[in-house]
């Protein structure tokens, strides 16, 4: 198993920028794809932005690309998500997940939640008007 634990999330405003962490433990080895996804209230939850972990690819969600960046420390396990001009609907609580499964329709694969076998347990950002 591997387990997930996310940081990084609290109320900032309009323009801010703020940067999630999501730490794994367990059987990192067996990590194929890293992804964030986000649920806001009353919204289903959506991809966000996702890592092929040991080659370094990258892809984001139209809503986010130019504003948001995902990169992944190897040597500490850990996968970051830099959020940039922050915007009031980026208001969600952010999930990590891990997708142990050999992505071959990658990215496509990459956005899908199906695919993603462990997750954290979120972490809640707001960004006020």
């Known amino acids: 198993q591997v387990q997930l634990v996310e940081s990084g999330g609290r109320l900032v405003q309009t323009g801010d920028s703020l940067r999630l962490s999501c730490a794994a433990s367990?059987?990192?080895?067996?990590?194929?794809?890293m992804g964030w996804f986000r649920q806001a209230p009353g919204k289903e939850r959506e991809f966000v932005a996702a890592i092929r972990w040991n080659i370094g690819h990258t892809h984001y969600a139209d809503s986010v690309t130019g504003r948001f960046t995902i990169s992944g420390d190897n040597a500490q396990n850990t996968v970051y998500l830099q959020m940039n001009s922050l915007k009031p609907e980026d208001t969600a609580d952010y999930y990590c997940a891990v997708s142990i499964t050999y992505g071959s329709a990658w990215p496509l694969s990459a956005t899908l939640l199906y695919e993603y076998t462990y997750w954290g347990q979120g972490t809640q950002v707001t960004v006020s008007s």
């Open positions: 367990g059987r990192t080895f067996s990590v194929d794809t």
